[in-house]
C-alpha cells in the first residue's frame, strides 16, 4: 500500500481484513502446535509434553482473562480465583466420586456457573480500577480460606488425584499418557477459542464491545449494561473453572498457588504479551511466557527478573501484543500483493 | 403552525432534583405534544440539562412525575426508557468511537430485533440492517459507513449522534442541543432535517442554545430559569413575554436582525 496523505482519515484496514488475519494466526498457532506435537512423540519426550499442556492450561485461564479485559474491559486481578476452584472441584471429584473426565468438567461447570454468578454480583457493582481490586480481594480472601482449611489439605494441597482414561467410542484418551492429554486439551482450547470467536459476532458479543467502548451510551440504547457485564464475567469463570479443572489430570495434585496472585497477574501478562482482545494472542502469549520461563529458568535461578525486564520492554514497544503487532502486518503484507 | 390538540405525548409534573442544598429543577411542569417540536430553552444553568437527564432517566428526580403516553415513567432507567418509546441524543457527543459508523447504528437499532438466538451472527438479523441501511442513507452517511466513529468530523458526528438515537424507532426523542458546535450551514441542514422527522410522525423535544433556531423550529416553547419554569407558550408569545425578556433575552440582547 503507498504512503497516501488523506485529509482527516485514518488508513482503516477493513474489520473483515482483520478478522481474517486473526483467525489465520489462530490456525496457525495449531498447527505450530500439531508440530511440536509430532516432533516430541518422534523423540519419545515427556517432559515438554507436559510443560506445553501445562502452557494450554493456562492458556485456557488467559482466555478468560482477554475476555474481561479485551472485549468487555474489565481488568480482572484474581482470575485465578476461579481456575483455583475448578482445579480443586475437579481433584475431589477424580478423587472421590469417580475418575471420569466428563463427570468433573460438568461438576466444574456447574458450580463454577454459580461461583462465577456469586463472584460477578460482587464485582460487577464496581468499574475501573475498584473492579480491578474488589477481584484481587476475592482471590485473596478465598486462596487464604483454601490455604487454612485441613480438610482441603491446607498448604499442602490434595495430592494422589487419579488420571481419568477418557473413551470416545473407537479411541480412548489416557490422561496420564503426556501426547494423549496434551492433544485432548489442544482439541479442547481449539473449541474453546472457536466458541469465543463465534461469540463476539453474536448480538451478546458485540454489546461486550459496546461496554468497554462507551458503556454509558449503551444504556440509553435499550440495554441494561448490568446484565452483559454479569454475563460475560459469569462466562469468564465457567472458561477459567474448566481450564483449572484439567490441571489435576495432569499434575496429579493442586495446591493453594493455584489461586494465588502470581497466578492471576500472569494470566494477565500472558493476554498483554499475546495481544489484548485477539483470544488467540492469549494462548501465544502462555505458550512464549512458559517456553522463556523454561530456556531462562534453565540458565538462571533468576529467571523472574529476566522475565520481569522482557514484559517491559515488550509493552514498550509492542504495546498492542504480539498478535496485535502481526494481524495488521500480515494485512499490509495480504493487500501489497 | 399546526393547531394545537391536546394529546400530549410527554407530561412532566412537579418534576424536581436536589443535589445537596442545590435545587437544580425546581417543581417543573409542562406538555409536549404528539407531532410536535416542544423546545426547553434558559440561560447557561438555568437546570435544562437537569431536565432532559430526569425526563431521559439518566437522573432519579427527587419528586415529580414523568408520565409516556399516559405511562408513569418516573424514574425509570434509561433501557427502560427507551423500551417505552423515548430515546435521546447527547449535547456532548457520545459515541462508540472505536466502532466503524455502521457498528454503531446496528447496535442502536438491534433492540428492534426480537428472539435472538445466542449463537446467531449479526448479519442475519435482517430487520436491524435494514434499519441501519435506512439510516445511513438518510443521514448522508454512506461515504463513511466503515470509518470508525471517531474519525468523523464535528458535523457527521452530530449527524450519527441524532441517527443512533433515532435507530431503535423511538415515538418521542429528545435532542440535547443538536446544532452545538455547526456551522450556519450544517445548522440549516440539521433543521430541515428536524422538521423532517416531526412530518414522518415522531414527536421531538429539544433543548437548544439558538434562541432564533428556537423560534423559527419549534411549535412550542418552555423557557427554564434558575431551575424553575418561568414561562410557556407559542414561540412569538414567549419572545414578547416581558419576563421572559429581562431574564434571558436581555442577557445575550444581540444586534436586532430578526
Same mark, same amino acid.
Given at each position: 500500500?503507498?504512503?497516501v496523505?488523506?485529509?482527516?482519515r485514518a488508513?482503516t ?7 481474517s ?14 508440530l #511440536? ?6 523423540l ?26 479485551g ?5 480482572p486481578?484474581g ?35 454459580l ?14 480500577v475498584?473492579?480491578?481490586l474488589?477481584s ?6 478465598v ?15 490434595l ?12 479411541a ?5 499418557h503426556?501426547?494423549? #492429554?496434551?492433544?485432548?486439551?489442544l ?7 472457536a466458541l ?7 448480538? #451478546? ?15 440509553f ?7 452483559y457485564?454479569?454475563?460475560a ?8 473453572a ?5 490441571y489435576?489430570?495432569?499434575?496429579g495434585?493442586v ?10 497477574g500472569?494470566?494477565?501478562i ?33 529467571h ?13 514497544f ?5 498478535v496485535g ?9 495480504w493487500?501489497?500483493? | 403552525?399546526?393547531p ?22 425546581d417543581?417543573?411542569?409542562? +406538555?409536549?405534544?404528539?407531532?410536535h ?26 419528586a415529580g412525575?414523568?408520565?409516556?403516553e399516559?405511562r ?7 433501557n ?21 459508523v455502521r ?13 435472538r ?12 440492517q435494514?434499519?441501519?441501511d ?11 459507513? +466503515? ?5 468523523l ?23 440535547d ?6 456551522s450556519?450551514?450544517d ?7 428536524i ?8 414527536s ?7 434562541? +432564533?433556531?428556537?423560534m423559527?423550529?419549534?411549535?412550542h ?9 418561568l414561562a410557556e ?13 429581562a ?12
Amino acid at each position: 500500500m503507498a504512503e497516501v496523505l488523506t485529509i482527516g482519515r485514518a488508513p482503516t484496514p477493513s474489520v473483515d481484513a482483520k478478522r481474517s488475519a486473526v483467525r489465520w494466526l489462530s490456525y496457525a498457532f495449531f498447527a505450530m502446535a500439531l508440530l #511440536f506435537a509430532a516432533v516430541a512423540a518422534a523423540l519419545g519426550d515427556v517432559f515438554f509434553f507436559r510443560l506445553a499442556t501445562e502452557s494450554l492450561i493456562f492458556g485456557g485461564l488467559a482466555l478468560s482473562v482477554d475476555l474481561l479485559l479485551g472485549r468487555t474491559g474489565l481488568l480482572p486481578l484474581g482470575q485465578a480465583l476461579f481456575f483455583g476452584f475448578g482445579a480443586y472441584v475437579s481433584a475431589l471429584t477424580l478423587k472421590h466420586l469417580a475418575p471420569s473426565l466428563p463427570l468433573a468438567l460438568a461438576v466444574v461447570l456447574v458450580s463454577g456457573t454459580l461461583v462465577g454468578l456469586v463472584g460477578g454480583l460482587i464485582a460487577i457493582r464496581a468499574k475501573g480500577v475498584y473492579f480491578a481490586l474488589i477481584s484481587f480481594g476475592l482471590a485473596q480472601v478465598v486462596s487464604k480460606i483454601v490455604f487454612n482449611t485441613r480438610e482441603l489439605g491446607a498448604s499442602d494441597g490434595l495430592i494422589g488425584v487419579p488420571a481419568p482414561v477418557v473413551s470416545l467410542g473407537v479411541a480412548s484418551f489416557d490422561t496420564a499418557h503426556a501426547p494423549s #492429554f496434551f492433544l485432548l486439551v489442544l482439541a479442547g482450547m481449539a473449541a474453546l477459542l472457536a466458541l469465543l470467536m463465534r461469540l463476539m459476532d453474536t448480538p #451478546f458479543g458485540r454489546q461486550l464491545d459496546a461496554i468497554r467502548t462507551n458503556e454509558h451510551r449503551l444504556a440509553f440504547l435499550g440495554f441494561d449494561p448490568w446484565r452483559y457485564k454479569l454475563a460475560a464475567f459469569v462466562l469468564a469463570a465457567d472458561i477459567a473453572a474448566l481450564s483449572g479443572a484439567l490441571y489435576p489430570m495432569l499434575r496429579g495434585f493442586v495446591s493453594p498457588e493455584l489461586m494465588f496472585f502470581q497466578v492471576s497477574g500472569n494470566a494477565v501478562i500472558n493476554v498483554v504479551v499475546g495481544g489484548t482482545g485477539t483470544f488467540v494472542g492469549a494462548l501465544y502469549g502462555s505458550a512464549l511466557l512458559t517456553a522463556l520461563k523454561s530456556v531462562v529458568g534453565s540458565f538462571t535461578a533468576h529467571h523472574a527478573i529476566v522475565i520481569g525486564a522482557l514484559f517491559v520492554v515488550s509493552v514498550i514497544f509492542f504495546p498492542k501484543g504480539l498478535v496485535g503487532y502481526l494481524a495488521p502486518a500480515l494485512e499490509r503484507l495480504w493487500s501489497r500483493r | 403552525m399546526k393547531p394545537t390538540t391536546d394529546d400530549a405525548i410527554l407530561k412532566v409534573r412537579g418534576l424536581t432534583v436536589r443535589f445537596g442544598s442545590l435545587v437544580a429543577v425546581d417543581g417543573v411542569g409542562f +406538555d409536549a405534544q404528539r407531532g410536535h417540536i416542544t423546545a426547553v430553552i434558559g440561560p447557561n444553568g438555568a437546570g435544562k440539562s437537569s431536565l432532559f437527564n430526569l425526563i431521559s432517566g439518566a437522573f432519579r428526580p427527587s419528586a415529580g412525575q414523568v408520565l409516556l403516553e399516559g405511562r408513569d415513567v418516573t424514574g425509570a432507567s434509561p433501557n427502560r426508557m427507551l423500551a417505552a418509546g423515548l430515546s435521546r441524543s447527547f449535547q456532548i457527543t457520545n459515541l462508540f468511537f472505536e466502532l466503524p459508523v455502521r457498528e454503531n447504528l446496528r447496535l442502536a437499532a438491534q433492540s428492534v430485533e426480537g428472539g435472538r438466538g445466542l449463537l446467531r451472527h449479526v448479519s442475519a438479523s435482517r430487520a436491524a440492517q435494514r434499519r441501519v441501511d435506512e439510516l445511513i442513507e438518510r443521514f448522508a452517511l454512506h461515504a463513511r459507513a +466503515d470509518e470508525l466513529a471517531g474519525f468523523l468530523s464535528h458535523g457527521e458526528q452530530r449527524r450519527l449522534e441524532i441517527a443512533v438515537a433515532l435507530a431503535a424507532r423511538p415515538r418521542l426523542l429528545l435532542l440535547d442541543e443538536p446544532t452545538q458546535g455547526m456551522s450556519h450551514a450544517d445548522t440549516q441542514d440539521t433543521a430541515a432535517l428536524i422538521r423532517s422527522l416531526v412530518d414522518d410522525g415522531l414527536s421531538i423535544l429539544l433543548v437548544e442554545h439558538d434562541v +432564533d433556531l428556537v423560534m423559527d423550529l419549534s411549535d412550542h416553547v418552555v423557557v427554564m430559569h434558575q431551575g424553575a419554569k418561568l414561562a410557556e407558550g407559542r414561540p412569538e408569545a414567549v419572545r414578547a413575554d416581558p419576563a421572559v425578556q429581562a431574564a434571558y433575552f436581555g442577557e445575550v440582547q444581540e444586534p436586532a436582525h430578526a
